[in-house]
């Protein structure tokens, strides 16, 4: 089951970061990023936020479950999304945690067949 936009948009209202937290939509679901460090993804109407130490100490009674077939375990922050407070210090304590993306690889040109 896909993601609902109107969840995905009620995520990034309540996690209130402004031009900081951003989304790209992936398959259907989605993933939330924090100053391009990967943070979370919406997935099947749930919001799940990678595990870390900051989940852990701050968090540590959330359920953890995979978001898709294959992924390791992700809290599932549901019950903070009701508590801006709670979840945007979640998603800014995991995001100083993450690592920063490595630089992509410039595309490179293709020769034409003639």
Do not use: H, W
């Not at 089951?1 to 790209?24: I, N």
């Not at 595990?51 to 959330?62: E, I, M, Q």
């Amino acid at each position: 089951m896909a993601t609902d936009q109107d969840f995905a948009d009620y995520v990034a209202e309540q996690v209130a970061l402004g031009d900081r937290l951003s989304r790209k939509p992936m398959f259907g679901e989605y993933a939330f990023y924090v100053d391009g460090k990967v943070v979370g993804f919406a997935c099947d109407n749930s919001f799940f936020v990678k595990p870390s130490a900051a989940g852990d100490a701050f968090v540590p009674t959330l359920p953890r479950k995979p978001p898709y077939p294959g992924a390791k375990d992700y809290l599932v922050a549901d019950e903070l999304l009701d508590d801006s407070e709670q979840i945007q210090r979640l998603i800014l304590q995991t995001a100083a945690l993450m690592p920063l993306p490595k630089p992509r690889k410039p595309a490179v040109a293709r020769k034409s067949a003639r």
